[in-house]
């Protein structure tokens, strides 16, 4: 097996985001304590790269049929036949439990909620695909939003949630949707080859554009909540305000244009917003 289908197994730069994700979350947790353990860092970031890579590889195994007739996903190493299923779920597992053991070695509900993460992503949000696009956004955008809570979570010794892991969830939950269904109108035909409905109306139309907005507008306050229970100062709620605003104007030229190239924009918009706010978010933090 080449690292190169491997690597496609477990969506590497995807898997990188999401932990990256949760690792300036952990950051911010250990700031909140006022001292940083490092080990932590370190088996947060290996555990979570292995429960995200075992999650993406279950993904792959229950969509290897859908997967081949779809562009971008054909050369998948499932589908492609350079890795046969048997392989993948042996990788899956070894990964997800090595994942999960160093992840619950910070504590239980940090590795309780990377268990969850794994059987929502798979096994609930991969079967919606073909249903819903706004119910399977609403189940992935769970999973999707867990990375900085689980984040948050492992920064604690006893493992709890409080205000900042819920605002951390809160953000990413709520840019899930604009960031996933810029992703859909960009894809869509490529994805209706495999049955999948992931616009909210099922296809690129006004109401896709305009639920796609609302939820753009809904980020805006949303992004906010730092200031607004007093974890964050006028630098993060400045730069928060203005990449939402960029974010929301994306938006409104997709739901103005409703054009591909619109869409394209907002999804790389979303590429940059999330990083952007949790690296402020955490700077804010380190200098208070």
Not at 129 to 152: C, E, N, Q, T
Not at 156 to 161: A, K, L, T
Request: aromatic share 14%; hydrophobic share 55%.
């Amino acid at each position: 097996m080449k690292w190169a289908d491997f690597s496609k197994l477990i969506k590497t730069r995807l898997t990188t985001l999401v932990v990256f994700s949760a690792s300036i979350s952990f950051l911010i947790g250990c700031r909140a304590n006022g001292h940083i353990v490092w080990i932590d860092w370190v088996k947060l970031i290996i555990g979570g790269f292995l429960v995200t890579s075992a999650a993406n590889a279950f993904n792959e195994i229950i969509e290897k049929d859908l997967d081949r007739l779809m562009k971008r996903t054909m050369d998948r190493p499932i589908p492609s036949g350079k890795m046969t299923t048997g392989q993948a779920l042996v990788l899956g597992l070894g990964m997800g439990m090595a994942g999960t053991y160093l992840l619950g070695s910070l504590n239980l509900l940090t590795g309780l909620l990377s268990v969850f993460s794994i059987l929502l992503y798979a096994f609930a949000y991969t079967p919606l695909k073909r249903k819903s696009g706004i119910a399977a956004v609403f189940v992935g955008a769970i999973p999707g939003a867990l990375p900085p809570l689980i984040g948050y979570v492992a920064a604690q010794v006893h493992g709890r949630i409080d205000e900042i892991a819920l605002i951390l969830f809160s953000i990413q939950f709520i840019w899930q949707f604009v960031h996933f269904w810029a992703i859909a109108w960009v894809l869509d035909d490529d994805y209706k080859l495999a049955g999948f409905r992931l616009l909210p109306s099922g296809k690129r139309d006004l109401t896709s554009a305009v639920i796609t907005f609302i939820f753009a507008i809904v980020l805006v306050p949303v992004s906010l909540l730092p200031i607004f229970y007093g974890y964050g100062g006028y630098w993060v709620g400045g730069v928060s305000l203005i990449c939402s605003l960029i974010f929301l104007y994306q938006s409104f030229m997709l739901l103005r244009t409703r054009q591909i190239p619109e869409a394209r924009k907002l999804m790389f918009g979303s590429f940059f917003y999330l990083p952007v706010v949790q690296i402020m978010f955490l700077v804010d933090f380190i200098v208070k």
